[in-house]
C-alpha cells in the first residue's frame, strides 16, 4: 500500500541510539529474545490471536503502525496473520534460512524488530504469519501496544 491523502505518513527514520536502549529497556526478557534475536513464540497463546475489534496493530518496540485489524485472518497457524501491512513501507523482509521452505522474515522498517514471517508455500497468497512481538510469548502476557486508527 502507499501512502495517499487517506493514509498518514510515519517517520521511518530509526531510533537514535540512546533512544533505542531505552525502548529496549522496556522489553522484557521474552520480548528481547523474539523481537531481537530472532526467536519464534509459542503457537495458540497469544493474547491478539483471537482478538476482534477494530484498530491497529503497531510494533511493541517502536511503536509504528503495521497492521489494520481488518486484515487480521484465521490462518489456523496459531499465531495472528494478516494479509496486508498497514503500509507496505512499513516492514521489510529478509530471508529466514532456518525453514525447508521458501520463508521471510518480516521486521519493522524503522527499528528493526521482528514482526513474524511470510511463509510463501501454502497454495494461497502469501501473508504474514505472527510468531513475533505482536502477540504474547506465553499465554496471558500482554506484549504488544494496539491503538485506534489516526
Known amino acids: 500500500m502507499t501512502n495517499s491523502s487517506a493514509t498518514p ?3 521511518l527514520t530509526p531510533p537514535r541510539e540512546a533512544q533505542l536502549r531505552r525502548l529496549i529497556d522496556d522489553l522484557s526478557d521474552e520480548e528481547r ?6 526467536g519464534d513464540e509459542e503457537p495458540f497463546c497469544g493474547v491478539f490471536l483471537a482478538e476482534k475489534r477494530e484498530g491497529v ?4 518496540l517502536c511503536g509504528l503502525p503495521l497492521f489494520k485489524a ?13 494479509n496486508a501491512p ?11 534460512a532456518r525453514y525447508a521452505t521458501e520463508t521471510f ?3 519493522c522498517a524503522r527499528c528493526g524488530a521482528q514482526q513474524g514471517h511470510v511463509f510463501a508455500d501454502r497454495g494461497k497468497p502469501a501473508a504474514i504469519t505472527r510468531a513475533g512481538p505482536i502477540t504474547a510469548s506465553n499465554c496471558g502476557a ?3 501496544r494496539q491503538s485506534t486508527p489516526p
Open 9 to 11: 505518513h510515519f517517520d
Open 70 to 82: 481488518g486484515t487480521k485472518f484465521e490462518s489456523g497457524t496459531g499465531w495472528p496473520s494478516f
Open 105 to 107: 522474515e518480516v521486521v
Open 57 to 60: 496493530f503497531t510494533c511493541r
Open 142 to 144: 500482554d506484549m504488544a
Open 86 to 96: 498497514f503500509d507496505e513501507d512499513h516492514l521489510r523482509r529478509v530471508r529466514d
Open 33 to 38: 529474545r523474539v523481537m531481537l534475536h530472532h
